[in-house]
Each structure stands twice: as C-alpha cells, then as structure tokens.
C-alpha cells in the first residue's frame, strides 16, 4: 500500500472515531438535559445525534421523551413508533407510547401499549406502572395498586420507580402511603430533584405548606434552576397570600423553563 493510501485510510479511522465520538456525547447531553427536565435542549442535542444515526434507537427512544415532556403528542407518538417499527416489541418504545396514548385520551390504546410492553418484557418494572396510570384512569384503583407494588417488587432499588407510583397512588388519597412512597424514592436518590419536587407537589394539593417549602428548598439547594421547584413554591406562596415572593418565583421558573 502507498503512503498516500495509508494516510487516507488513518484519516478516515480518525473521522469514524472522531463521529462515534461525538454521537456517544450528544446522546449523554441529551439524558442529563432530560433528568434536568430541559427537553427542549436534550432535543438540540437529538438532532445532532440523529443526523449522524437516523434510526438510532435510543436516540429516538429520547427524542419520544422529550417531546412527550413538551405535550408535543403526535411528534412523540412518531419516535416512539419509528423505534417499533424497528423493533415491534421493544418495551421501551411500548411504555412511552401507552403515556402518549393515555396523555392524549386513547385510553383503549394505552392499555393495549401497556400489555404489550409487559408481555414483551415480564419483568420490567416500567411496563407495569404503565399498566398502573391506565389503570388510575379508568379508576381501577386497586388493580393500579398491585400493579405498582409489583413494579416495586421487581426494582426495589429504583427510586423513579418508587416516585412513580407515589404519583400514581396519590390520586387514591391514600395519604400516609403516598408520602412513605415518595420518602423511599428520596432515601434512594437524595440529590434527584425529582424526588422532592412531585412530593412538594402532593404535600401542595394536600395544603401540607410548611412541609412542601422544606421541599421545595432542599430542591433548590441541590440546583438553584429547578424550575418545577420554584413552581411548587409560587403555588404555597399564594396559598399563603404572599404574592410577592409568589410573583418572583415565577419570574425565576419562567426564565429557567422557556419551554413550559
């Protein structure tokens, strides 16, 4: 082979390296803007990684998520059913969409998405709260307890699994349950904004002010731009006719989540 020949192949090794590089780091950005509840940044990031891979699975897989987080229903409903298409009993894909389904009032559909995704994967923890918020809908709700509990069962150490159904639950005014729910999810996950932010959100509902704030603090300790915590607290603020402390938190949560 030819030194000319040989350094066009080395270029071309390096330009491969270099693109499978830069798809591995837009891919990560996209997932810390989405736990960061930015989907409209993790989505900049998606169109980057799937000029690269346009079929990429779990480039799509986020993309459905990012949407669905924005209310964008029928550009979410497309990723998670171009990822079926590849992949018809990919569970993943099957729970996202029965959300859609169900966010959008295709009730009917969100279940047969939910059996599905339990069918293709019988121990996947996630297939199973899908199976629980269709169940809370159609207001089944001890069916939609079970089904949360065998969540729990098969992914005792996953604290979404655990906020999940404590959001799920909560529409049972089981109370006590609720609140030891989302405390278990926090003991798993202590710096997952989450975790607080759907608490201070119940504790909200259930006039629980000074526990929502303690909350909403501590969410705001571990990132000052948490928007959804600053929400929670504008919403106790009022409740409690303050309405300037109300009206700045807004203005912060606004300016943090352009998108919502």
Known sequence: MSLLALLL????????KSDTEKFAYDLKTALQHLERRHPDLALFSLKASLS???NNIRSLLLKAEALSMMEKFDEADSAASAVLK??????????LRSRINLCSGRLKEAESDANAAIKASSRNASAY???????????????????????????????????QSAVIRKSRRADSATKRTFEQAIKLAPDDTRNYDDYAEFLNSRRKYDESLSLCNRALQIDPEDGFALINRAHLQLARKDQGRALADIDKAAAVLPWS
């Open 86 to 95: 590849q992949e018809p009993h990919n569970c993943d894909a099957l729970v």
């Open 9 to 16: 192949s080395s270029i071309q090794i390096c330009d491969a």
């Open 129 to 163: 709260l899908a199976r629980a918020d269709v169940a809370r809908i159609a207001q089944k709700f001890r069916e939609s307890a079970l089904a949360c509990d065998r969540a729990i069962q098969l992914d005792p150490r996953n604290s979404h699994i655990w906020r």
């Open 52 to 54: 690269k891979q346009p």
